[in-house]
């Protein structure tokens, strides 16, 4: 009585697993068919920066235009970016051990920034040129006033990209 119990179960279940290997089909027989395939890559960026030494060694007793760094932007689609450029010390640099600060103006060459920016706010640029490869724009900086006490002073940049 149990082996029929169990043998009734086993054909239930067995039964059940027929619809999972049965073939699908839309319409009458064919001699061909068409299988769509489809995917869908999102639109990405990067962005890199060549830092060749100019923007860690400025000259504190200067407030003419220093450093030539870059920054490439590299899609995979065409039409534009957002790049978002921050500065950890809202637009100045601090000097280490102490509470002394240098203003300073950015600029980004090619870009609304190309004039000189403060970076006391994150400035966003939503139309940095996005193509299938590299674009690359310069960028510097300018102190508001000469450096008065002796000592270390830095800042961070952050450049953030995103996809229109």
Known sequence: MIKKALL???????????????????????????????????????????????????????TTVQGSESATVTCNYG???????????????????GSETIAYNFFLSGSPFSSGVSLASTQTWTGWPAVVGDQTRSYSVQLASAAVVAGTYEDTLTFTVTPN
Request: charged share 5%; glycine share 12%; hydrophobic share 45%.
């Open 79 to 97: 039409g534009s970016a957002t790049v978002a450029i921050s500065s950890a010390n809202g637009g100045a640099l601090k000097r280490s051990g």
């Open 8 to 62: 009734g179960a086993v054909a239930l279940a067995v039964a059940g697993l027929a619809p999972a290997f049965a073939q699908t089909t839309y319409g009458p027989a064919s001699p061909s068919i068409n299988v769509p395939i489809s995917g869908v890559l999102p639109k990405a960026c990067q962005i890199s920066s060549f830092v060749n030494g100019p923007l860690n060694a400025i000259n504190l007793s200067s």
